[in-house]
C-alpha cells in the first residue's frame, strides 16, 4: 500500500527506503534501519481514502549506518509513511519505496512512464546487464482515485545486500497524479502472493526463501516514532531482539484473503468496550481504522466527534485520554493516549482512529509503532511484544 503525506497516503501505504550496503552472503539477515525526517504535515482524510480503496472489495533525509546489512530509512512527515532505497537491476539504480504489508506487488517508476513525476527516480531498463523483458500487463487503483499500471519484467533487486535474481518488477508507464506527487517512486508489497496484481509471479519475499537468502521465512518491524527522534528497522531473515520490550505472543495468521490478519479478543477504549473482531496487520496504513460500527463505539469511550469523512476529532490533551488496550491471544497490547492524538491544526485536534466502510479492522502504523512484530510467511503467524 503506498501512503502520501495526507491520510488516504496514511492508510494506504507504509514506505521503507533501503539505501547503499555492503553485499551480504546467503542466509545472512537483512537489516533495514528507519531515520526520521523532520519534514512534517498531516491529514487525516486523505488516509481513509487510500484504506477504502486498498481494500474495496470489503466495504461495508536519510542517515548512513555502518553495520553490515544496514540501511538507512526516511520517516516521511511525522510518522506518515517510512521508505526506504531499494537497488534494481545490473549496475544498480536506487529507487524509493514503500514497503507495505498490506499489498504484495512490486512496481517502481520507469522511463517507459509517459507522465511520472520529474522529482521520481525513473528505472531504465536499457542500463541494467540483467533486465529481462515480460508481456505481462499490471494495473493498480486505490480509492482516492490514484492509479498506476505498466508492463512486468524481471532483474536482480537488491534489499540491503541481499540480491534476488530474476525478480519480477513492474515498471510503470503511467500515473495518476496523486502517486506522481508522492515523494516515493514505488512499492514493495509484503503481502501474500494470492493477492498480487501480475498473476504467476512471486514477490520479493517469496524469493528470499525459495533462493535461500535469509536463514528462516520471516521479517521483522520496528517503527520509530518522530516524538523519540523517529528511527526504526525492516529485518528479514530474523528479528531484532533489543527492540523487544516484553514476551513475545505467538498469533495465528488468516492468509485466505492474502493479507497479515488477526483475531483481536477484546478491546477497551476509555468508557468503551468491544467484543471480538478481526484485523489486518497493516504497514502501509497510518492510522487504526474500525468498522463503521466499532469506530463509532471507540470514539463514544473517547468523547470524539465524528468528522463525517472516516475521521474524528479528539480531546487534545492526552492527559484526559485513557491508553487503547487490545487483548490478542491471552496477552494485552496498548496504545498510549499521546498515539490517540494524530494531528493537531490550530486548536483542532484528529484522532488516530477512524474508519473506511471496511468489514474488518486495520491496524496501522498507530499500533505498529508501539509493537514490535514478526512476521512468518511459512506458518503463517506473527509474534507480537510491546516495543522497547
Known sequence: MKLTAS?????????????????????????????????????????????????????????????PGAVAMADYENDIEYY???????????????????SADLWFASTLCSNCGS????????????????????????????????????DTVNLGGISIKKQGIGLAQRESSAFVSDPVDGLLGLAFNSIITAENFKTPMDNMISQKLIKS??????LGKQAKKGGGEFLF????????????TTVPVDKSQGFWDIKI??????????????????????????????AAKVAKGYGAKDNGDGTYTINCDPKKLSPLVMTINGAKFQIPAADLVFDKIG?????????AGLDFAILGDVFIKNNYIIFNQKVPNVRIAPVK
Not at 347 to 355: E, H, K, Q, R, V
Open 347 to 355: 486548536n483542532t485536534c484528529y484522532a488516530g482512529f477512524g474508519y
Open 7 to 67: 491520510i488516504a497516503t496514511l492508510l494506504a501505504v507504509t514506505l521503507f527506503t533501503i539505501t547503499d550496503a555492503a553485499s551480504t552472503s546467503k542466509a545472512k539477515p537483512l537489516h533495514f534501519n528507519l531515520d526520521a525526517n523532520p519534514s512534517y504535515r498531516r491529514n487525516a482524510t486523505r488516509s481513509v481514502l487510500r484504506a477504502r480503496g486498498k481494500y474495496a472489495s470489503h466495504l461495508t533525509g536519510l542517515t548512513e549506518f555502518s553495520r
Open 119 to 154: 522529482k521520481h527516480k525513473k528505472f531504465n531498463p536499457k542500463k541494467s546487464k540483467t533486465y529481462k523483458k515480460d508481456s505481462t500487463k499490471w494495473s493498480i487503483g486505490y480509492g482516492d482515485g490514484s492509479s498506476a499500471s505498466g508492463t512486468m519484467a524481471y
Open 265 to 294: 479478543s477484546k478491546m477497551t477504549a476509555g468508557k468503551s468496550s468491544i467484543g471480538s473482531f478481526r484485523g489486518i496487520i497493516d504497514t502501509g496504513t497510518t492510522l487504526l481504522l474500525f468498522t463503521d460500527e466499532m
Open 84 to 102: 526506504g532505497n531499494v537497488k534494481v537491476g545490473t549496475p544498480a539504480q536506487t529507487l524509493k519505496l514503500n514497503f507495505d504489508t498490506g
Open 237 to 248: 531473515g530474523a528479528y531484532n531482539s533489543a527492540h523487544v520490550g516484553g514476551k513475545l
Open 217 to 222: 521465512p520471516i521479517f521483522s518491524v520496528y
